[in-house]
T-cell receptor, first 113, second 111 residues
Framework: DQQVKQNSPSLSVQEGRISILNCDYT??????FLWYKKYPAEGPTFLIS???IKDKNEDGRFTVFLNKSAKHLSLHIVPSQPGDSAVYFC????????????WGAGTKLIIKP | NAGVTQTPKFRVLKTGQSMTLLCAQD?????MYWYRQDPGMGLRLIHY???????AKGEVPDGYNVSRLKKQNFLLGLESAAPSQTSVYFC??????????FGPGTRLTVL
């Protein structure tokens, strides 16, 4: 049973435009949601997070939106840059489970010049 | 990925061989994690530790053992490697309420 789902394996966006990556979850007990970015042959790096009590968090070009009623979150990247090409993972934490991260399968973002 | 190192970076084993993967941190954090990542899948938690001398099972613990004898080191052992354990293994430390910091990974192939 996948608790965190990323239904788009890949996404291609023109440089300068907005990239929107989506994530759905099933467990309403998650406390935090996170986005990680991963380049080939490297470990994932933390990008941005949002608490379950908020609906938006912004950090520079990156904004995460949380819709609890729909159990859906999205990551917006504006404007998209070539260096944003990577695999993006959505993950969720429940503090009751020793902060274990539950991961989606990832979305490969390709920024076209 | 300064602060979390993983040894070795690559390894090829034959079925039935054993090996130990080492994760070392220099940041004095309590929580450490071992994940595996397979193609088309997210990371899956194998084992974790909430402090020196403690370990606990994650989502996919079978075929692996771990030890945390020193706070800085978290070891992942494969006693009898199987082809299904071919994967990329990542170690992580918990650096905040909602964040984990990852090492560069170990790519393991079991023939």
């Amino acid at each position: 049973d996948q608790q965190v789902k990323q239904n788009s394996p890949s996404l291609s966006v023109q440089e300068g435009r907005i990239s929107i990556l989506n994530c759905d979850y099933t467990n309403s007990m998650f406390d935090y949601f996170l986005w990680y970015k991963k380049y080939p042959a490297e470990g994932p790096t933390f990008l941005i997070s949002i608490s379950s009590i908020k609906d938006k968090n912004e950090d520079g070009r990156f904004t995460v939106f949380l819709n609890k009623s729909a159990k859906h979150l999205s990551l917006h990247i504006v404007p998209s840059q070539p260096g944003d090409s990577a695999v993006y993972f959505c993950a969720a934490i429940s503090m009751d489970s020793n902060y274990q991260l539950i991961w989606g399968a990832g979305t490969k973002l390709i920024i076209k010049p | 990925n300064a602060g979390v190192t993983q040894t070795p970076k690559f390894r090829v084993l034959k079925t039935g061989q054993s090996m130990t993967l080492l994760c070392a941190q220099d940041m004095n954090h309590e929580y450490m994690y071992w994940y595996r990542q397979d193609p088309g899948m997210g990371l899956r938690l194998i084992h974790y530790s909430v402090g020196e001398g403690t370990t606990a099972k994650g989502e996919v613990p079978d075929g692996y053992n771990v030890s945390r004898l020193k706070k800085q080191n978290f070891l992942l052992g494969l006693e009898s490697a199987a082809p299904s354990q071919t994967s990329v293994y990542f170690c992580a430390i918990r650096t905040g309420t909602d964040t984990q910091y990852f090492g560069p990974g170990t790519r393991l192939t079991v023939l």
